[in-house]
């Protein structure tokens, strides 16, 4: 037990590097090791246990390795040779010269970043996504800064007892053996930030990490600074605690991670929410915009929202963070008088509807109130999300809610196994790596001989094999167990057979067990002594979610069935490490979600990229990459239906019988199968360069940085002169829009149309005194469905053609391109004419009735 002596004057230790090494750690400190092979083989080569004991992390190797090993690697000019190429590597990737002119700078924020297994700030995708957005910013040179937080225990780490049930372990992180390092001002002293809670003003400690170019800045409260263990406790688990932790945690990370860059003397162009928890920073932003420029509230939240990025990841709305007006009131009351506004105002802009005080506030919809940018991480999700928030643009049909889409991608150098690699070295072009979002790039794969992926693939099993087999050794002797399971752990799975893959969170919508629904069919698929099939699962439940730890319990017990211990096998404590390997060894990858409640997912690009092939629900990135992908689908785009489980169950167990099985054991020339082998060339010549994260970044800069950071820069000019004149503007039109009508439209078309032939559109407007160009008068165009409603729409513009008093004509023709029953409808909104994803503007778009 640790004995409590104060005060304790406290003092950093470095490992004495040689003259000859003297940057090594420069290079443990940029975890550019983390997807820069010379640089991780450097650490690795310097002694290969103590890189796996160490959690493959270089800052604890460097600090237990021995003196007389760095004195002798010091003298070895072959690893001299190695140290100085990974220094030029880190030189060529770090000391690159910015763009002159380039005044722009993005602030990333995310509650959880995966950037590498030592250090565990993440839970599961959305993390791994952040982290993977770090890097490839890096790569593509992104000016671009990340806000976090730096958990003392992170996330759990899960242990199961002798009967299959989930534990969780709590261990506490030493920031100082992690690649992380305080922020220091001038005088050395470590960078703080302050904020208020109700129990009195909270100190948060400033950490940086770099992530090759990017500075990841991490907020932590476990310091002296904070007497409440209460406060010092904010920053201690992720996704821990109840709805009073939660709101406490979003503070901290929304309003002191703005707060904490305006210190570090930072100035963002573009703020870039990643899903909702970081949201009060559109607050704050409002607060210091009002403070500092005097522009009013509304002033402020005009010009605020114009870079604001807000992504959202979450197509349920189970999954929004939800706070109660007592809660909101109790932590806001006092930042609400601060601003000078009503409490009232402020909750309006986290509610679907402001003039209900029952309603609770969304986080989510705060954030899509307050960003003028907003994207959804696929095209599915796209749709969902703009039926999930249709109410809050009523009046516009759902394809016309202003929410794009930007599909996730994954991180290509950190995710494709390293034989593929020097395979791909030999084949594709020699600048592949520079180029691994460029589809030509992935068109040479085509060339490269079956016979050597087909060794490469059985390569990265047999190592899949052999971590399994080591890791669940480790974990039976830990729970002590018998001799036999010792023995099985060392058996469990066969090299050369069909191995299906499966991790993910044990969320219900997941339908983790779906592939056991049927336990005697896919007994049958597994032992066929011709064609045997095995399946390795990973996976955490929620701490709190009993239904998810059930089915863990429940796969465990199939596991352990006498005619399956060989066939199935769980992988405890699933994190990047266990997904690396597994999406980079197995065969086929397997994801049965209920469709549309997968956002995107990633974890089948990781798989898809190393050669894996796909067995998936069409939901998420799926649905954009089935026909391309060389893999299968369970199902039809259809909406979910609580029977669908045992049909999407039949069409597994179908397609392993009939389909995949077969073909991947077909060995007609050579013992290759060739068909299979044309499926995996598919499967990487398409998705390597689609679902590369750096296309991901690019356009996220380009569709959504760009404008944003030009938005705000033209908005600010002038001393904010164009907030103001556009907040007055607003005002002027809210005060005469109820008297803004349509007076008369049409004619319409009298008989039938011929196709290609012009049909005149025409509304005469009554604009209550406003000018033609206040207003936006359009026609919507489309095909008339069976239920009436237009369908196939498109938008039109109607110009000003003339104008008489109050009374303004707008005209133009509609040039039917199809046949059939069509017809269109004429709408009219405030102009914003510099604002062009708030067009037309909802709250005051009319229809013609």
């Not at 671009?144 to 937080?149: H, R």
């Not at 060739?674 to 970044?697: G, H, T, Y």
């Amino acid at each position: 037990m640790p004995f409590n002596i104060q005060p304790i004057r406290e003092f950093l230790v470095r490992p004495a590097l040689p003259p000859a090494l003297s940057r090594m750690n420069e290079l443990a400190y940029n975890i550019l090791w983390s997807w820069e092979p010379v640089i991780r083989a450097l650490f690795r080569r310097l002694d290969p246990l103590l890189w796996r004991e160490s959690g493959y992390n270089p800052v604890i190797m460097l600090g237990r390795i021995s003196q007389s090993a760095l004195e002798k690697v010091a003298a070895d000019p072959r690893y001299l040779a190695l140290y100085k190429q990974a220094c030029e590597r880190h030189d060529a990737n770090i000391r690159k010269e910015r763009q002159a002119g380039d005044d722009r700078l993005i602030a990333y924020f995310s509650t959880e970043y995966g950037l590498t297994e030592c250090l565990p700030i993440y839970s599961g995708g959305l993390g791994v996504l952040s982290g993977d957005h770090l890097k490839s910013s890096s790569d593509l040179d992104l000016p671009l800064v990340g806000v976090g937080m730096l958990y003392q225990m992170g996330y759990f780490r899960q242990v199961l007892n002798p009967d299959g049930w989930q534990q969780e372990r709590y261990p506490v992180n030493d920031f100082y053996s992690l690649p992380v390092t305080p922020v220091l001002k001038q005088d050395c002293s470590e960078l703080k930030v302050e904020i208020k809670l109700p129990g009195g003003p909270v100190k948060i400690q400033v950490w940086q990490m770099n992530v090759g170019r990017v500075k990841l800045y991490l907020l932590d409260t476990n310091i002296s600074d904070n007497a409440n263990p209460q406060d010092r406790s904010i920053t201690d688990l992720l996704y821990g605690g109840d709805v009073d932790k939660r709101i406490r945690q979003e503070i901290v990370l929304g309003i002191g991670g703005l707060r904490a860059l305006k210190k570090l003397g930072l100035e963002p162009t573009v703020f870039h929410m990643n899903e909702g928890h970081s949201a009060f920073l559109a607050l704050e932003r409002i607060r210091v915009l009002m403070q500092e420029q005097k522009l009013s509230f509304e002033e402020a939240l005009g010009a605020s929202r114009q870079n604001n990025v807000f992504t959202t990841h979450t197509p349920v709305p189970a999954g929004i963070d939800l706070f109660d007006p007592g809660m909101m009131h109790h932590y806001f009351q006092e930042y609400c008088a601060e601003m000078g506004i009503g409490f009232d105002q402020l909750m309006a802009l986290g509610r679907r509807n402001p003039f209900d005080p029952h309603e609770k506030f969304s986080m989510a919809i705060l954030a899509l109130k307050t960003s003028a940018y907003r994207n959804a991480v696929s095209k599915l999700h796209r749709q969902i999300s703009q039926e999930m928030w249709h109410d809050l643009w009523p009046q516009l049909p759902d394809w016309e809610v202003p929410i794009t889409s930007v599909t996730n991608g994954v991180h290509l150098p950190s995710w494709l196994n390293g034989d593929l690699a020097v395979l791909y070295d030999q084949y594709l072009a020699p600048d592949w790596r520079e180029r691994s979002w460029d589809p030509e790039v992935w068109q040479q794969a085509a060339e490269i001989p079956d016979e050597e992926l087909l060794e490469v693939r059985r390569r990265r099993k047999r190592r899949l094999i052999q971590f399994i087999r080591d890791r669940q050794y480790a974990a039976a002797a830990r729970r002590k167990a018998s001799a036999a399971e010792l023995r099985h752990a060392q058996e469990v799975l066969d090299p050369n057979a069909f191995t299906i893959g499966f991790a993910r969170r044990f969320a219900t919508y997941k339908r983790v067990t779906l592939l056991f629904r049927d336990i005697d069919r896919l007994k049958r698929i597994l032992c066929n002594k011709d064609r045997p099939v095995q399946i390795i699962i990973a996976g955490k439940a929620h701490p709190h979610d009993q239904p998810g730890k059930a089915q863990i319990r429940e796969i465990i017990q199939y596991s352990r069935d006498p005619d399956l211990w060989r066939h199935i096998v769980f992988l405890e404590d699933y994190d990047m490490k266990v997904a690396r390997e597994m999406v980079q060894g197995v065969d086929l990858w397997l994801n049965t979600p209920r469709r549309g409640e997968e956002a995107c997912g990633t974890s089948g690009m990781k798989a898809g990229i190393n050669g894996v092939l796909n067995l998936s629900i069409l939901d998420g990135w799926y649905d954009e990459a089935y026909e391309k992908s060389g893999g299968w689908a369970i199902g039809d785009r259809e909406d979910y239906v609580e029977d669908q489980d045992a049909i999407h169950a039949s069409s597994i167990y179908y397609l392993l019988e009939n389909e995949i099985a077969p073909l991947f054991y077909e060995r007609r020339e050579q013992g290759v199968p060739r068909e299979w082998m044309r499926r995996v060339k598919q499967s990487i010549i398409n998705l390597s360069p689609q679902f590369d994260c750096r296309r991901m970044a690019a356009e996220y800069a380009a569709q959504l940085y760009a404008p944003a950071h030009q938005a705000y820069q033209d908005l600010k000019q002038a001393d904010f002169r164009k907030a103001r004149d556009r907040a007055s503007w607003n005002s002027r039109i809210r005060e005469v829009w109820d008297r803004v009508r349509f007076i008369e439209t049409g004619p319409a078309p009298v008989g039938p149309v011929l196709s290609g032939y012009p049909v005149p559109v025409r509304a005469a407007v009554d604009l209550a005194g406003l000018t033609p160009g206040d207003v936006r008068v359009e026609v919507v165009v489309g095909r008339v469905g069976s239920s009436g409603h237009l369908e196939d729409t498109e938008v039109m513009l109607l110009p000003p053609k003339e104008s008489n008093g109050a009374v303004a004509i707008f005209e133009s023709e509609v040039v039917p391109r199809h046949t059939g029953r069509l017809g269109y409808a004429l709408r009219i909104s405030p102009n914003h004419h510099d604002d062009p994803l708030t067009r037309p503007c909802s709250a005051l778009l009319k229809w013609d009735q």
